[in-house]
Every structure is written in structure tokens, then in C-alpha cells.
């Protein structure tokens, strides 16, 4: 059976799954509430100096029938008094001595950083995060991602926390930022003990088009935002990725954004994550989804004989290589099962328009279950991804596996194309129609 | 028992939630089926696109622009053999979109704002004469006006929309939809209609041709067809149309019969007997000559009458309305098919009492008037013949569409029909 505990860079917590500061951790009520139903850990929403907030603050964009698979929000820290949050913490950790709970601060002065760590460590925190991240609001007054995106800032402040830190320090990072390896090393040459991302992405949600007016709405004005949620999620899973493969990182890693399910959570602790948190799927669906999430993750390491997450955090590393190392024998092409095939034609027009023209229709209209054109198939799984029926399509392997060779490869070899009219131009092996077949009905 | 809740609308009208995730399930499939199935070639994965990105809109004008009774065919349509029918999800064990309820969401919105669908052009000095305002009728109308045509529209009832109107089920449409809907459009194309006009014999029809320069028949069908047994002209056996007709003219609020005896196995004889069923008959029996896979009626319409309450007997023929001067009773005799000719089986006659009898065995074909038509070419089954792609009679000033030409279809086909001969009168006229 499996052991879902983990000790995260000297912070222990039942299972891998807390809550991300926000929402769902602004009080000690809520807290309580998540680990009473079984989440293992919560970083508490951050603690400062409190705020006022606007009212309207969140946006979502919703996608043909699924509601808010992202979310936009231009809410600020804790707008609570920190006494009434170190009581409730005290009160939490009396309660639950095995939860992890993490401290989430964001301050201005060497002062201010000095004195909030004590606090929060007095009152039981078994871990601190430094909110780095936040992109809207605390940022133009110096603070959140306006420490994220300086990585020498950052590693100042860093230090000032390890000064008087006798619990570990997470540095969340923003992704606002074009290399996030930067910052995590900065993180790492401070002393933190370990990092956690991603924190929210500077975005835009949308525009009320007859009002003018973006979201969400604050009487006649918005602001800029920051985006989570399911959407996020690729940009989060490669920024993990990222820290986790590089040699001057390698800290342990808390991986956020986008996560819904056990499966996402797995893909996080794939690329190197010991934990994981979640924000958005606990403001949608409540913290009853823990159930699943457990539930998933230990039939996931039993079916697999994993006994700790240890033993598959970062499995998948290995298998992410550049692009210049990738087997360019592989051959795939789409085949299509013919029982299965509802004749929606998708595929067709997928590739015949936005591909490269490797699939044909009957002549026969009342037969609608297209063809694959192997010649023209560049295997670049389009049509599979988009053929709503499942397995109807799959990529099927073609070359025989005996060949290798990669992009390095070849430049070392001189056998790369170099000129505008190159004869080594990879898409001269397959046929494309002349332009004025396009008029021929 | 509430008569008023059994005639609730089995098609309601969807709220916004509904079609936003409906809208939403829409593969917006390539050459979609639904479109090739629907008579009328809607572009329903556009339209279903428009909803879905709140273009209300656009979504009706696409409608429009293939269907002009859009909304009713939204409701009336037998769907699940059209396009639902031929939706792909049907293939996946998946309910079929709900393409007529989407459809209604998109007309009904366009009919409540009163959307202004096209611009009409400018009179071009030309006009045209339609008789019978049903679906066939306004569809030509529609389709001349815009043209610029000028269109005097004939009818014989005091009400538009013919069968439509006083045809189909009540518990698919109501009349005020049927009506506001013909309404709408009446505003938009601004065609004419004269009520009361029954078109009947040669000095009319003169009359027309040298007033008009094309005209359109779009009379549909006659009365109920006689069985020509013993009996038939007691009181209490009705012909199905007039029954139907008469039910939805003047709604019926108390029972009005206990045991109703339905003869036939189409689609009018699957409705005659959910109607009665749900008007508060205690019992309803429907009698076909035939076995239950040989009738003509879809599957989904049969499936409504045994919802209803109402049961079948199957290979009984009706050979004789018995009773006084009501009928009291049918007399049936068993049949058998051998080597597919209906056969009567000796000595096996029966009866089964009841007090009302309603024939639904088909509507005759208007025929006294048409041959009032000079050169008009009628078909053996009493059906007009026209030229598939033009609606053009063998009277060339004469063109024809929907059940007069069809022998009786559905109100899609109508529309198609009539929207055909609009646009092969403008190029008859053109030439
Ligand atoms: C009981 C019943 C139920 C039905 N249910 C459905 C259904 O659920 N769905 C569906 O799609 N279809 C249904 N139909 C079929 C549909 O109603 C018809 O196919 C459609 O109405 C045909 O349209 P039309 O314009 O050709 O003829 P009609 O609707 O019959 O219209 C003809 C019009 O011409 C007028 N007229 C006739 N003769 C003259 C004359 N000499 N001078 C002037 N005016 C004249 C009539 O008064 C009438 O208004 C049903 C039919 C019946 C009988
Ligand atoms: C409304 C809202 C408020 C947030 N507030 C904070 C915060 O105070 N401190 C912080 O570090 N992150 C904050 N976040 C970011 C989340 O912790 C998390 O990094 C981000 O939402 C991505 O994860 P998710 O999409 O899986 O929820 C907030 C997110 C939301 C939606
Ligand atoms: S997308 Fe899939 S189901 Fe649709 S036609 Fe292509 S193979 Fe068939
Ligand atoms: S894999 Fe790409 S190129 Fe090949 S058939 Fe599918 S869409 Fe076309
Ligand atoms: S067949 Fe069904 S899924 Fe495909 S376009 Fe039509 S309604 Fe949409």
C-alpha cells in the first residue's frame, strides 16, 4: 500500500497535496476544514501588512460548455489584522501537530521581514513562503513580483528571512519573467531551502465588448490581473521542468499551477515536484476534491509498485531532452479505425487546412470515413488530437527503429540545409498542391 | 385530470443555460449530416456556432436564409429522422444535439425582437399570384418579395399556415406560435394575403392569368379519404383532419368521449389517437389492417401514443360503423398477409364498442380544381407534376410545391418546395 507522507525540505505533511495561499487558506476556519477532510498541508493566504480590496475581483474564461478552465483575480494579500492570523494558526497547529502549515509573507523593510518571520514561527508555522509573485497591486508599491523579476533583490530579501529562519524558507517565483531559472538561483545562493511555482501569470481576462470596459468590472475600470487555473497549466509544468533539470537550482520543488486531479499532480511530481499545491479547483469545486486526489495518487504508485512519492519525484526528466537530440528516423503516421470512425469528417479539414493535406474523402460522399494519405502524413498527430472519438485515430509507428539521428547530429555531420533553396529542406519529401488547385472544385 | 398539462409542448423552448451547453457539445463536423439530412440544407453547424458565441443574430439569419418557417419547422420537424437523425453522435451512443430546440432558441429570439432580417429591394413592377397561404405558399412569398415582387396571397380560410395551423399536433406547437411566426414574416416581406378566397374554378383562374404574371399552387390537400364500409356516415365518426382541425380550432376543455376507436397506421392516425388520449378519452384503440412494423408512422410518433395511454390492435381490418344513429361499435375482421397481399381471415369478424370513430386513412387530392388549369398535368395518384429543380407546372405560368406536388410530406418539404418555385417564377419571369 502506499505512503503518500512526504518530508518536503524538512517540512512533513500526510500526503503531497496543500492548499496554495489564497482564498481557500484566508482563514484558520477554512484550514481546518481542508485538513479535517484530509489535505495534507496549506500555505496560509500571504500575510503583510493588510489591504483593502476592490470589489469585483475575479474574471474566468469559460471554453464551449466548461466553466472557468481559467481565472483572472486583482485581489491583493490578506486584508485581515495579523494577530487574528497568528491566533487562528496557533489554534490550527494545536489541532492538527502532523498538517503542514506555511506561512505565506510579504513585506517591505529588513524590519518588517525580521519581525513577521518571528511571529509566524511563534506562532507554529512549520514553514515560511515568500510571496515573490504576485503580479497586480503589491508589485507597484515594490513588493511581489517586483521582487520575482530582480533576482538580486530577491536574493537580498532572501537573506534577510534566512537571518532569523529556524523553519524552512520557499521562495515562490513568479512566471512573469523570460528565464525562471534566473530567479530560482538566486533563491538557492540566499540559503532557501526550496522553491515553489508558479504564482499567478500577468494577464487580461477579457473585455465586455459593448461596454468597453476589460474584466473583471470596478464601475467603469479594470486592471490587469493574474491568470490560473487548468489553462496554466503547460506553462507551470515546463517552468518545474526548468528548475528541476538545472545544476545551480536544485532545490526541492513545490509545483503549482492549474492543478485539477491526481493525474496533474502526478505530472508535477514527475517533473520534479515533492509537493504540490492548488488554488483554483479548490475555489471551484470546494475541498472535497482531496477525496479523488488521494484516492488517484495511491492507486497510481501502487499500480506502478512506487511505496514513497520519493521514488518517482522527477521520473520523468530523464526523457526531456533539447529539440537538437531528437530522433529525426521516428516516423509516425494516423491511421484511422474504421469501426470506430463517426464520419465527422474533422479530420479531414483539420489537415487539409491546417496541416498538410494527408487526408481525402470518399469520392462516394455517402461513405464518409476518410483516408489517410501516408506519403503526405507528416505524423504530426493533428487529426488524432482533434477526432472526437476516442482511439479512433492513433499514431502508428512506421520506421523500423534501427536508425538514429538527431539535429546535433547532422550539424556535426554538415548534412543540415544551409541556403534559402537548400536540397536538404525537409519538405521536399512530400507532395504540396499548387495553389490553383485551391480554386478547382 | 389537467387536458392543459397533457398538451404541454414536448419541444420547450430552451433557456439560455440549455443552449449555451448544447451549443456548446456541437463538433461543427465538416460536409455536417445533419445539414446534407435537413430537406431545406440549413448550415446547422454555423448556426449552432453563432449560438454558442452568443450571436442570436446570426444564428436566426442562417436559419432564415435557408428556411423561412425556421421557427416552426424548429417544432414541427420529425427530427429524429431528419437531421438528429443523422447527427454523428448518434453513432457514439450519445444523444443526438438538440438541432430543432436550438433552432427555436435562435427564430424565437429573432420573432420576439422582431430582427430585421433582409432589405427588401425596391418593387421591380412585377406580380405574382399565390394560392393557399400555407407553408408551401408563404415560403414562395417570401422568396418573391425578396426579389421585389409584387405577391397577392389567396387563401380560403379566414387564417393562415394551412395544415400547420390546423394539422399538427398541438402539443408540438401552438397556434399562437404557428401564427406569430407567419406574422413576422408578413412584416418583414410585407407580402399580401386575402382571406376568405377560395380559388375554386376556370373564371378565378382567369382571372389570375391576366392579372398575374406567374402563379404559385400551394393548395395542399383535401378532406379525409372515405374507407367505403357500412356505417360511415353515422354521427360520431369523424374523418381525421376535420377531427384535428376542429380540436384545434376550438379547443376541447372536458373529455369528450370514453372509448375512441383510431383506424389507420400513419403519422395523422399516431396523432389523432396522443390527442385523444390526452384530451381525456378513458380509452383509446388504435386498429391497423397491417402488423405493427408495416406502419407508415415513425417510430418515435408510435412511441408517443403508448405514452399517452393508448393501445394498438394490429391486422384488423374495419368492415362496418355499427349502431344507431352514433356509432357504437366497430366491426373488424382479422387479416393475414400471404405472400403480400392482405388477406381476410373467414369467420374471424368482431367487434369493439366505443363512441367515437375517427378515420385516419389519408386526405384526398384536390383534384375538381385543378383541372380547371388548362394543360396542368396531373399524376396517376392525383399528384401535380413540376419540374424537381424549378417548380414549373406543364402550364408554364403555372408552378406548384408542398403537399399538392408531394402527395404529403412534412412542412420542411413544403418550405423547400415553395422557396424553389419562388426562385423558378423569378427566373421564368427573367428569361
Ligand atoms: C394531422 C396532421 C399532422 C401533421 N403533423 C406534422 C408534423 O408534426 N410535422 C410536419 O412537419 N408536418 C406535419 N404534417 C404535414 C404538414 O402539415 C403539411 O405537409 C404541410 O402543412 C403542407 O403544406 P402546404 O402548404 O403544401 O399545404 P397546406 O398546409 O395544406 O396548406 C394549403 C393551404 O391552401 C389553402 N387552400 C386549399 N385550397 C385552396 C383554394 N382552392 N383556394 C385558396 N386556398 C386554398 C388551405 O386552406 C391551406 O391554408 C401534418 C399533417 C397532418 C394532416
Ligand atoms: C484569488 C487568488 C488570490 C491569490 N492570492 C495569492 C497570495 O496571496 N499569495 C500567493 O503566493 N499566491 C496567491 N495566489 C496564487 C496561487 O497560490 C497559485 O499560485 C495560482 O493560483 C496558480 O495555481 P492554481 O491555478 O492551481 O490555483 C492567488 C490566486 C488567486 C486565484
Ligand atoms: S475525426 Fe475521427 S471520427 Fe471524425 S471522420 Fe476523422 S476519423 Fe472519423
Ligand atoms: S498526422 Fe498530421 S499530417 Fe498526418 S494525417 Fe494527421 S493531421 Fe495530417
Ligand atoms: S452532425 Fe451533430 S455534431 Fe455534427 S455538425 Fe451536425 S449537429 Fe453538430
Known amino acids: ?441 | 385530470m389537467d387536458i392543459e398539462k397533457n398538451f404541454a409542448q414536448i419541444k420547450p423552448l430552451m433557456n439560455s443555460s440549455e443552449a449555451y451547453y448544447e451549443s456548446s457539445r456541437c463538433l461543427f463536423c465538416y460536409d455536417a449530416p445533419c445539414t446534407i439530412a435537413c430537406p431545406t440544407a440549413i448550415d446547422i453547424p454555423l448556426f449552432i456556432r453563432q449560438i454558442n458565441s452568443e450571436n442570436i443574430i446570426g444564428a436566426a439569419k442562417t436559419i432564415y436564409e435557408s428556411n423561412y418557417l425556421g421557427n416552426t419547422c424548429g417544432k414541427v420537424c420529425p427530427t429524429e429522422v431528419l437531421c438528429e437523425g443523422a447527427c454523428v453522435f448518434n453513432k457514439l451512443n450519445i444523444p443526438a444535439i438538440d438541432i430543432g430546440r436550438l433552432q427555436n432558441y435562435a427564430t424565437n429570439n429573432a420573432i420576439l425582437t422582431k430582427l430585421n432580417l433582409v432589405e427588401i429591394p425596391d418593387s421591380i413592377g412585377k406580380s405574382i399570384a399565390i394560392i393557399g397561404a400555407g407553408p408551401a405558399g408563404i415560403s414562395c412569398a417570401c422568396q418573391l418579395r425578396s426579389e421585389g415582387y409584387k405577391v397577392d396571397i389567396f387563401e380560403a380560410r379566414n387564417n393562415p399556415s394551412g395544415l400547420a395551423l390546423h394539422g399538427v399536433a398541438p402539443y408540438k406547437i401552438t397556434n399562437e406560435e404557428v401564427l406569430m411566426e407567419v406574422e413576422f414574416l408578413r412584416e418583414q416581406f410585407g407580402f399580401n394575403v386575402f382571406y376568405n378566397q377560395r380559388v375554386e374554378n376556370k373564371e378565378d383562374m382567369e382571372y389570375l392569368e391576366s392579372k398575374y404574371g406567374a402563379i404559385f399552387l400551394g393548395i395542399g390537400l383535401g378532406g379525409s379519404t372515405a374507407i367505403k364500409i357500412r356505417g360511415e356516415n353515422k354521427q360520431n365518426c369523424f374523418g381525421a383532419t376535420e377531427f384535428i382541425e376542429q380540436i384545434k380550432i376550438e379547443p376541447i376543455v372536458e373529455p369528450f368521449a370514453k372509448k375512441v376507436i383510431v383506424l389507420g397506421g400513419g403519422n395523422t392516425a399516431m396523432d389523432v389517437a396522443t390527442e385523444s388520449a390526452k384530451l381525456g378519452a378513458e380509452k383509446v384503440i388504435l386498429a391497423y389492417r397491417r402488423t405493427k412494423s408495416e406502419m407508415k408512422a415513425y417510430y418515435f410518433e408510435y412511441d408517443l401514443t403508448k405514452d399517452a395511454g393508448a393501445e394498438s390492435v394490429f391486422n384488423v381490418a374495419p368492415i362496418e360503423i355499427v349502431g344507431k344513429n352514433s356509432a357504437e361499435g366497430v366491426k373488424f375482421i382479422r387479416t393475414e398477409t400471404i405472400d403480400g397481399k392482405l388477406e381476410y381471415i373467414s369467420s374471424s369478424e368482431f367487434v369493439i364498442a366505443c363512441d367515437l370513430v375517427v378515420k385516419a386513412t389519408g386526405q384526398v387530392k384536390q383534384t375538381s380544381m385543378l383541372t380547371n388549369i388548362s394543360g396542368l398535368k396531373i399524376d396517376k395518384s392525383g399528384q401535380i407534376s413540376v419540374n424537381l429543380s424549378s417548380g414549373q407546372t406543364s402550364n408554364p405560368k403555372y408552378f406548384a410545391g408542398g403537399d399538392v406536388v408531394n402527395g404529403g410530406k412534412e412542412v420542411v418539404n413544403a418550405v423547400f418546395e415553395g422557396k424553389i418555385a419562388g426562385k423558378g417564377i423569378h427566373e421564368f419571369l427573367c428569361k
Open chain 1, 1 to 441: 500500500m502506499a505512503n503518500l507522507n512526504i518530508n518536503f525540505a524538512g517540512i512533513k505533511s500526510p500526503n503531497p497535496f496543500w492548499l496554495a495561499s489564497g482564498p481557500p487558506t484566508n482563514s484558520g476556519y477554512q484550514i481546518m476544514k481542508a485538513f479535517d477532510q484530509g489535505w495534507g498541508g496549506a500555505v496560509w493566504k500571504t500575510l503583510g501588512v493588510p489591504v483593502v480590496n476592490v470589489s469585483s475581483r475575479y474574471g474566468a474564461i469559460n471554453h464551449r460548455g466548461n466553466k472557468m478552465v481559467g481565472l483572472n483575480n486583482i485581489e491583493l494579500i490578506t486584508d485581515r489584522r495579523l494577530s487574528d492570523n497568528l491566533r487562528e494558526m496557533e489554534e490550527v497547529k494545536k489541532h492538527f501537530p502532523d498538517h503542514a502549515v506555511i506561512a505565506s509573507l510579504m513585506v517591505q523593510s529588513k524590519t518588517e521581514w525580521h519581525q513577521i518571520v518571528k511571529d509566524v514561527q511563534n506562532a507554529g508555522a512549520d514553514g515560511i513562503e515568500l510571496n515573490f509573485g504576485c503580479p497586480h497591486g503589491m508589485c507597484e508599491r515594490g513588493m511581489g513580483s517586483a521582487v520575482g523579476q530582480e533576482p538580486e533583490v530577491l536574493e537580498l530579501l532572501t537573506g534577510w528571512v534566512m537571518d532569523v529562519a529556524k523553519v524552512p524558507v520557499i521562495v515562490k517565483l513568479t512566471p512573469n519573467i523570460s528565464d525562471i531559472t534566473v530567479p530560482a538561483q538566486a533563491a538557492r545562493r540566499a540559503g532557501a531551502d526550496a522553491i515553489s511555482l508558479i504564482n499567478t501569470i500577468q494577464s487580461l481576462i477579457g473585455i465586455d465588448i459593448d461596454k468597453f470596459i476589460a474584466y473583471p468590472v470596478v464601475e467603469n475600470h479594470s486592471t490587469n490581473g493574474g491568470y490560473c487555473g487548468p489553462a496554466v497549466k503547460p506553462i507551470a509544468l515546463n517552468m518545474v521542468k526548468n528548475c528541476a533539470q538545472n545544476p545551480y537550482v536544485q532545490l526541492p520543488i513545490s509545483g503549482i499551477g492549474g492543478i485539477e486531479n491526481w493525474r496533474d499532480a502526478v505530472e508535477f511530481i514527475l517533473l520534479g515536484s515533492t509537493s504540490v499545491q492548488i488554488c483554483t479547483a479548490v475555489m471551484h469545486y470546494g475541498f472535497g476534491i482531496i477525496r479523488e486526489l488521494t484516492a488517484g495518487l495511491e492507486q497510481y504508485m501502487d499500480s506502478h509498485g512506487f511505496a514513497t512519492i520519493d521514488q518517482f519525484v522527477g521520473k520523468a526528466l530523464p526523457n526531456i531532452k533539447d529539440w537538437a537530440d531528437l530522433n529525426l528516423k521516428y516516423s509516425v503516421k494516423a491511421s484511422i479505425d474504421e469501426d470506430k470512425c463517426i464520419g465527422c469528417q474533422l479530420c479531414y479539414t483539420a489537415c487539409e487546412d491546417g496541416a498538410h493535406q494527408a487526408i481525402d474523402l470518399n469520392d462516394d460522399k455517402s461513405i464518409r470515413i476518410p483516408k489517410i494519405n501516408e506519403e503526405n502524413c507528416v505524423g504530426c498527430n493533428l487529426c488524432s488530437l482533434i477526432c472526437p472519438v476516442e482511439n479512433c485515430i492513433t499514431m502508428v509507428r512506421k520506421d523500423d527503429g534501427k536508425q538514429h539521428i538527431t539535429w546535433k547530429q547532422r550539424t556535426e555531420a554538415d548534412n543540415i540545409p544551409l541556403i534559402f533553396d537548400d536540397e536538404l529542406a525537409g519538405g521536399l519529401s512530400h507532395a504540396v498542391r499548387k495553389p490553383i488547385d485551391a480554386l478547382k472544385k
